[in-house]
T-cell receptor, first 112, second 112 residues
């Protein structure tokens, strides 16, 4: 499989659940990103990893916890989410942090 | 505070017509302006991008026009086709930075 893949594609969870989103990039890139996409809002950058090191955390609530075990994989651990966290969560990667970003298809998250 | 303002929110164009989407920014440090295309169920994909040292860039039917003094840039889609129906996002960044600021998106529908 090529490009940036994300699993699962759809996720429904209750507010007390714990789940994880997975992103994998097959492009040999060194930087990976998590974005939140809500209707009629700009894409919101959540986290940036460059060479497995977190370089940005845009005031994201602690109920979202990223993990980057290597430069090809990125996880977003979710716990005690709120209904307003329902959105499309997009993963992206780039060669380095100044380069064009390539996006995965996203995970559609619904919090009940 | 929204760094990049995009308009219109939605656009309907007849097949063969010209689609025009506009974006404006305030931060004069921005020096990289990409446009992304997103189809339903897919992540955004880079369409075309411009640096401010040129006023126009053309790739096939897609053209970016850039007005540095007005801090505005626009996407023109010539000979619009039904297959162009998608959501288009403009973005801006400082090329040496690691953050992209996205517009709110324009939903384009091309009527056969």
């Amino acid at each position: 499989e090529t490009g940036v893949t994300q699993t699962p594609r759809h996720l429904v969870m209750g507010m007390t659940n714990k789940k994880s989103l997975k992103c994998e990039q097959h492009l040999g890139h060194n930087a990976m990103y998590w974005y939140k996409q809500s209707a009629k809002k700009p894409l919101e950058l959540m986290f940036v990893y460059n060479f497995k090191e977190q370089t940005e955390n845009n005031s994201v609530p602690s109920r979202f916890s990223p993990e980057c075990p290597n430069s090809s994989h990125l996880f977003l651990h979710l716990h005690t989410l709120q209904p307003e966290d329902s959105a499309l969560y997009l993963c992206a990667s780039s060669q380095d942090w100044t380069d064009t970003q390539y996006f995965g298809p996203g995970t559609r998250l619904t919090v009940l | 505070q929204q760094q990049v303002k995009q308009s219109p929110q939605s656009l309907i164009v007849q097949k063969g017509g010209i689609s025009i989407i506009n974006c404006a920014y305030e931060n004069t440090a921005f020096d990289y302006f990409p446009w992304y295309q997103q189809f339903p169920g897919k992540g955004p994909a880079l369409l075309i991008a411009i640096r401010p040292d040129v006023s126009e860039k053309k790739e096939g039917r897609f053209t970016i026009s850039f007005n540095k003094s007005a801090k505005q840039f626009s996407l023109h889609i010539m000979d619009s086709q039904p297959g162009d129906s998608a959501t288009y996002f403009c973005a801006a960044s400082v090329y040496t930075g690691n953050q992209f600021y996205f517009g709110t998106g324009t939903s384009l529908t091309v009527i056969p």
